[in-house]
């Protein structure tokens, strides 16, 4: 393991270290510089163990739609599983620690009151511990998931988690912070590490494979210290909630529309999903919808969209719709029903109502011919994709994204899963 350096700023700590992280916010770290970065896992300590195997280091492949780039980043200090909750609290109660980074997904925000499961619950923990340390400098929380107000639902979830005292030392000690971050990470390939060793000698049991393309959003709300991630070209701002609605919507959005719609119509890649004449079709559509709840400048929005089509398309990034499929309960409830909500109804929204049919149809093919349904809700939705009349089952579906039954939206998905592409 590395050791703090004497020259460092300060210690962040990172929960829920996957390949996004590494291949994003970990990356504009390293490139900041002067920081001590201590990492905790998601659910499973495998990464962990290869990591510390490693001395924190991995390689990181940035693959372009003609050539990858390389390199080693080594900005790691340790990693502990998720578990080790002692290491969590030790680390939060000492003043060298000034920030906290997370990317544990939507459903760990809403994990329970259980430390050895619950993220919010470890850092309530450790923010009593700080408190009872007698540390005074502000320690920062920034949320790095695909959330609206991520950081606003992440203070939700700690502060229910907190013991009176803490609760009352909390506003002048801890800053929750919003971030929007952009960065397509599939999952590596099966080449990916000889790629790493070829290019670098360096042998890596966890290579990453990312896009070029990277964004990083911040509420500028910092009271402590921080990194100095404008140095990687991260912005700064006051007003994140448009680029937060920007990137769910059109990208996420996107995405999760391909995800089911391309694998019903026989396609597993993004690649291949935004080539497919009517898949594409159902993507601008989408589009078209979102576009009218942003208000952002035409052109702006033109040359995203442009940029998302050219990302979509890299052929040689062969980012797979399953990966992107997990956790549809959680992500259409953020991505497709508010746009939905916004525009009047279904009948004004036909893109994001194909978004919702394509995910009851796909869960629903998936249950029928015995493969698992990656959700935090796969019980109900395998009991409710085994009811026999469409409506039925997909009212049952619904009710598992907070839609009553009743909803126009249930008649518009019944009669949209017919109409959706196929083999």
Not at 51 to 72: F, H, K, M
Not at 90 to 116: N, R
Not at 296 to 321: G, K
């Amino acid at each position: 393991m590395n050791a703090p350096s004497p020259s460092d700023v300060g210690r962040l700590v990172h929960l829920g270290i996957g390949n996004f992280a590494r291949a994003h916010t970990l990356q504009a770290t390293a490139v900041a510089g002067g920081w001590s970065v201590v990492a905790f896992t998601g659910r499973s300590a495998a990464m962990a163990d290869a990591l510390n195997a490693q001395g924190g280091r991995y390689g990181l492949i940035v693959r372009g739609p003609e050539a990858d780039e390389v390199s080693v980043l080594d900005v790691i200090d340790e990693v502990h599983p998720a578990a080790d909750v002692d290491a969590l609290v030790a680390l939060l109660a000492d003043p060298f620690t000034a920030v906290v980074t997370l990317t544990i997904t939507e459903k760990g925000y809403a994990a329970g009151s259980d430390p050895a499961t619950s993220a919010p619950a470890r850092l309530a923990l450790g923010l009593k511990a700080r408190r009872e340390a007698g540390v005074e400098e502000p320690i920062a929380l920034v949320s790095c998931d695909n959330l609206t107000g991520n950081g606003e639902v992440l203070g939700k979830a700690v502060r229910a988690e907190l013991d009176e005292e803490t609760a009352a030392w909390f506003d002048d000690h801890v800053d929750v912070i919003s971030s929007m971050v952009d960065r397509i990470t599939p999952s590596a390939d099966d080449g990916a590490a000889d790629t790493v060793r070829e290019q670098t000698g360096f042998a890596d049991a966890v290579p990453v494979v990312t896009e070029p393309f990277t964004e990083w959003v911040i509420e500028n709300r910092f009271r402590g210290r921080r990194p100095e991630w404008e140095k990687a070209g991260v912005q700064l701002t006051d007003d994140i909630e448009v680029h937060e609605r920007r990137k769910l919507r059109l990208l996420n959005g996107a995405h999760t529309l391909m995800a089911y719609a391309g694998q019903i119509a026989g396609v597993q890649r993004v690649d291949e999903a935004i080539g497919h004449r009517e898949v594409r079709a159902l993507v601008e559509q989408l589009w078209s919808e979102a576009r009218a709840t942003l208000p952002l400048p035409a052109d702006e929005l033109d040359a995203y969209t442009a940029a998302l089509e050219e990302r979509f398309r890299n052929p040689r990034l062969a980012d797979n719709l399953i990966r992107i499929a997990a956790d549809g309960t959680a992500k259409l409830p953020v991505r497709a029903l508010p746009v939905i909500a916004e525009l009047g109804g279904p009948d004004k929204a036909p893109g994001e109502v194909a978004a919702v049919a394509a995910w009851t149809a796909w869960v629903t093919d998936r249950v029928r011919t015995g493969h698992e349904v990656q959700d935090p809700k796969s019980a109900e939705i395998a009991e409710a994709a085994g009811l026999e009349d469409a409506t039925e089952r997909i009212t049952a579906l619904l009710a598992l994204l907070d839609v009553p039954a009743g909803d126009p939206l249930v008649a518009a998905v019944v009669a949209e899963e017919q109409r959706l592409p196929r083999p």
